[in-house]
T-cell receptor, first 107, second 112 residues
Framework: QQQVKQSPQSLIVQKGGISIINCAYENTAFDYFPWYQQFPGKGPALLIAIRPDVSEKKEGRFTISFNKSAKQFSLHIMDSQPGDSATYFCASYKLTFGSGTQLTVLP | DAEITQSPRHKITETGRQVTLACHQTWNHNNMFWYRQDLGHGLRLIHYSYGVQDTNKGEVSDGYSVSRSNTEDLPLTLESAASSQTSVYFC???????????FGNGTRLTVT
């Protein structure tokens, strides 16, 4: 009953590069699409979220792109920094989470 | 500041024992959730509650139970702990269905 498919599982990016994480969802009933960031030993924390009435939302270096027809949304991290190294989760209907993407940004 | 607190942070127990993990939030949120996190599986929903006396099963509820007697607390009970329940458990709360989840820092449970 996997309602959210997240890719890639892991990602290694050089400092200053762009990190892109994708999420595909199944249930169209949801109206809130968040990305969470998790550091080791901590609980996930909301990074950025989007509602389906907009196609893109930007907060600083972080951007969500939303494609309603394809049932996909993605997280873009511009100018990636070593401090961005963490695990990222998308979430969808009934707060189902993707399997996570471990991002490593090399200095 | 409002927060969500989980206790204990670490717990080791034996197979067959009953274990209760505590979750307390001061956000005054009606919605509370329990997840388990395992490598390769992300966060999987165990149980959730939309208010006092309301409880619902999530994706992986077998072997777990919750009760909600007040707004602040949602304890998670493992009726008879099994090695397959070794995991990190996270409690979360939210104001509404389309609001951010606020997570605790987790309880690492080891069942030997």
């Amino acid at each position: 009953q996997q309602q959210v498919k997240q890719s890639p599982q892991s990602l290694i990016v050089q400092k200053g590069g762009i990190s892109i994480i994708n999420c595909a969802y199944e249930n169209t009933a949801f109206d809130y699409f968040p990305w969470y960031q998790q550091f080791p030993g901590k609980g996930p924390a909301l990074l950025i979220a989007i509602r389906p009435d907009v196609s893109e939302k930007k907060e600083g270096r972080f951007t969500i792109s939303f494609n309603k027809s394809a049932k996909q949304f993605s997280l873009h991290i511009m100018d990636s920094q070593p401090g961005d190294s963490a695990t990222y989760f998308c979430a969808s209907y009934k707060l189902t989470f993707g399997s996570g993407t471990q991002l490593t940004v090399l200095p | 500041d409002a927060e969500i607190t989980q206790s204990p942070r670490h717990k080791i127990t034996e197979t067959g024992r009953q274990v209760t993990l505590a979750c307390h939030q001061t956000w005054n949120h009606n919605n509370m959730f329990w997840y388990r996190q395992d490598l390769g599986h992300g966060l999987r929903l165990i149980h959730y509650s939309y208010g006092v006396q309301d409880t619902n099963k999530g994706e992986v509820s077998d072997g777990y139970s919750v009760s909600r007697s007040n707004t602040e607390d949602l304890p998670l009970t493992l009726e008879s702990a099994a090695s397959s329940q070794t995991s990190v458990y996270f409690c979360a709360s939210s104001e509404s269905r389309a609001s951010p989840l606020h997570f605790g820092n987790g309880t690492r449970l080891t069942v030997t």
